[in-house]
């Protein structure tokens, strides 16, 4: 059984297979995909709130041809209220369906229970671990938006130490050539020490840079994140986390190749006075995700990802 738990199931080989499949998906008429999934049953169920993943996902199942079943705000709304283990709802849940989409608020859970779901799981986000197919997508749009995945100057601002989606892209990030990164970040929200050390042992270059501008300067790809305040564990970690904002006057600074990321929602960390300039991909971006969204169920239902 294959799950999609974590990036580093997926090398660069596996990464640009999906993205081509992505562009071919992408590319056809949606009367020539409808048959794809044809009978397939997915069910999503999201633990915490989500606009684009679980969007995005029940899309990409329909526009293949198959049926979603959902439970939106399940922690609140399911069986799970009354104490039900996270093992048991996929033992019954796999029962009905071809394939399950879940995001949880703990990871370590969802890594204990995800062994005895009898039909695939696809993490779409766990607590402050990860977020695989945002990073998946991430890439793909650092490679429409770029047109190469190697010889990058990558900034990251924001929360590094919640931010699951960081986590998982910085993991990705690692498997490429001649990375380096420039991280911005309130001191209380740096980066887990697990994954600094990946980063260090896979080489990637790392500078800790000072403001938003000496972040910005001669970057390639600005990955700009959500302050997580739903998960800081103190007052001061709040406190912390003000002044990371890309504002329009930051522009000048941006080469013109550049492209601006974040997975969104944002909320105040980027001024929308930006959003019409060529180099604010955000958009673009969470768009890419039913396209990436699509190839991975497609590849995984028909048992092309192992």
């Known amino acids: 059984m294959f799950?999609?738990?974590?990036?580093?199931?997926?090398?660069?080989?596996?990464?640009?297979?999906?993205?081509?499949?992505?562009?071919?998906?992408?590319?056809?008429?949606?009367?020539?995909?409808?048959?794809r999934l044809s009978g397939s049953l997915v069910a999503t169920l999201f633990y915490e709130p989500s606009t684009r993943t679980r969007l995005s996902f029940e899309a990409a199942v329909y526009r293949l041809g198959g049926q979603v079943i959902s439970a939106e705000n399940a922690r609140e709304n399911s069986s799970s209220k009354k104490g039900e283990s996270l093992a048991d709802v996929f033992?019954?849940?796999?029962?009905?369906?071809?394939a399950i989409v879940i995001r949880h608020h703990s990871a370590e859970e969802?890594?204990?229970?995800?062994?005895?779901?009898?039909?695939?799981?696809?993490?779409?986000?766990a607590g402050s671990g990860e977020h695989p197919t945002q990073a998946l997508l991430d890439?793909?749009?650092i490679w429409r938006e770029i047109g190469r995945l190697e010889n990058l100057s990558v900034a990251v601002l924001g929360d590094l130490k919640y931010g699951r989606t960081v986590h998982s892209l910085l993991r990705m990030l690692a498997m490429m050539q001649n990375i380096s990164l420039k991280l911005y970040y309130p001191q209380s929200l740096s980066l887990p020490p697990d994954i600094a050390a990946e980063l260090e042992r896979a080489g990637v270059r790392v500078e800790h840079a000072a403001s938003v501008e000496q972040?910005?300067?001669?970057?390639?790809?600005?990955y700009q994140t959500r302050i997580q305040a739903e998960r800081f564990a103190s007052?001061?970690?709040?406190?912390?986390?003000?002044?990371?904002?890309?504002?329009?006057?930051?522009?000048?600074?941006?080469?013109?190749?550049?492209r601006i990321l974040h997975p969104l929602p944002r909320v105040?960390?980027?001024?929308?006075?930006?959003?019409?300039?060529?180099?604010?991909?955000?958009?673009?971006?969470?768009e890419n995700g039913l396209y990436l969204r699509m190839a991975l169920i497609d590849q995984l239902l028909k048992g092309e990802l192992s």
């Open 3 to 35: 799950h999609v738990s974590t990036v580093q199931q997926f090398d660069l080989e596996k990464t640009t297979n999906l993205i081509k499949h992505a562009e071919h998906l992408r590319a056809a008429k949606r009367a020539d995909i409808l048959h």
């Open 91 to 98: 033992r019954i849940v796999g029962a009905y369906v071809d």
């Open 110 to 125: 969802l890594d204990e229970a995800i062994a005895y779901s009898p039909v695939p799981v696809v993490n779409a986000g």
């Open 139 to 141: 890439v793909y749009t």
């Open 215 to 222: 972040a910005l300067r001669g970057a390639d790809v600005v």
């Open 235 to 258: 007052v001061d970690e709040a406190c912390a986390a003000s002044d990371y904002a890309i504002h329009a006057e930051h522009l000048m600074i941006l080469p013109n190749h550049a």
């Open 268 to 286: 105040g960390e980027i001024d929308p006075a930006i959003d019409p300039d060529a180099r604010a991909a955000y958009f673009r971006q969470a």
